[in-house]
């Protein structure tokens, strides 16, 4: 059963201030701006996350350095999961974080 337009936005929602949670908490020096549904964080030496929502195909897409993921939304495991490799963006963030910023930080609960 596919999302409806609703839940999808409250689940983006939440995802999104979950991780403006995780980032204010974390002693990293980013700026964070959320404006029309995306969610910019910006890492002091000039790299990027970005987290928009992609309504028609109810994912979540995110833009790094290393290029664009998509997730889609598994309600068996209530995560989001790349619509390639299966990952959760819990993983990938982790290794994205490390990658762009050289910090480890938990986003178990993503």
């Known amino acids: 059963m596919s999302l409806t ?11 999104q201030q979950a991780l403006e949670d995780i980032f ?3 002693g990293l020096d980013v700026d964070l701006e959320n404006s029309a549904g995306v969610l910019t964080v910006k890492f002091e030496n000039g790299t ?12 979540l897409w995110l833009a790094a ?4 993921i ?9 995560k989001w999961q790349c619509d390639k490799s299966e990952e959760l963006l819990g993983e990938m963030l982790e290794r994205l974080v490390w ?10 609960e993503i």
């Open 5 to 15: 337009e609703a839940r999808f936005h409250d689940l983006v929602d939440s995802t």
């Open 24 to 26: 204010d908490e974390s």
């Open 48 to 59: 990027q996350l970005i987290f928009s929502r992609q309504e028609p195909l109810r994912q």
């Open 65 to 68: 350095r290393s290029g664009g």
């Open 70 to 78: 998509h997730f889609e939304y598994d309600q068996a495991s209530g």
């Open 99 to 108: 990658e762009q910023a050289g910090e480890k930080l938990d986003f178990d």
